[in-house]
């Protein structure tokens, strides 16, 4: 079955530690993305990717990373720089183009102990 | 930049009601396309539907139905004979120039 994947479902971290979210799509779509929501929110974007090799800041980068090593995943990571980072993350992807949906993942809920 | 506005932050119904939620987006572009996801309780996104600027004729989907005004530059979503798996996270969106965004959302609580 095609699809996106997030792992873990449900994250702790004690502050000051990075910790990856993991982000894979089977689905042969072009561009990946990283969206953040905390509650009652919509969704904030944190970076997005249109080609392998390559990615582009969001409305909030501040405190995050990404790689795209690989058309199928887009894995960020929450660094101690983030000052707020527990929230709902949600990973999506979609054929290039304005015409297309997203597709997303289950997401991770990422806490800070 | 384009912008969507959801006015309605919670709405509360009982079964069987109808209901509409309201989506308004701003756009200097002629060519872009608007879309509406549910976001259950389980937290994943699910697409619903997507309309492009050129095409405004309404769609009827089951109980789904929607209406894409450009005069009031408004993309409405209404629910007929509202079930209790109805009660979600209703989102908007607008896509242009390879940039999607998405409203505030609107919670729907269906009460049986």
């Known amino acids: 079955d095609g699809g996106i994947t997030q792992s873990p479902k449900y994250l702790f971290r004690k502050e000051g530690q990075n910790v990856t979210l993991s982000c894979e799509q089977n689905l042969n779509h072009d561009a990946m993305y990283w969206y953040r929501q905390d509650p009652g929110q919509g969704l904030r974007l944190i970076y997005y990717?249109?080609?392998?090799?390559?990615?582009q800041k969001g409305d909030i980068a501040e405190g995050y990373s990404v790689s795209r090593e690989k058309k199928e995943s887009f894995p960020l990571t929450v660094t101690s720089a983030q000052k707020n980072p527990t929230a709902f993350y949600l990973c999506?992807?979609?054929?290039?183009?304005?015409?297309?949906?997203?597709?997303f993942g289950p997401g991770t809920r990422l806490t800070v102990l | 930049a384009q912008k969507v506005t959801q006015a309605q932050t919670e709405i509360s119904v009982v079964e069987k009601e109808d209901v509409t939620l309201d989506c308004v987006y701003e756009t200097r572009d002629t060519t872009y396309y608007l879309f509406w996801y549910k976001q259950p309780p389980s937290g994943e996104l699910v697409f619903l539907i997507r309309?492009?600027?050129?095409?405004?004729q309404n769609e009827i989907s089951g109980r789904y139905s929607w209406n894409f005004q450009k005069s009031t530059s408004s993309f409405n979503f209404t629910i007929t004979a509202s079930q209790v798996v109805d009660s979600a996270v209703y989102f908007c969106a607008l896509s242009e120039a390879n940039d999607m965004r998405f409203g505030a959302g609107t919670r729907l609580t269906v009460k049986p």
């Open positions: 999506a992807s979609q054929f290039a183009g304005d015409a297309y949906e997203q597709f």
């Open positions: 309309r492009n600027s050129f095409d405004e």
């Open positions: 990717s249109q080609i392998v090799n390559d990615f």
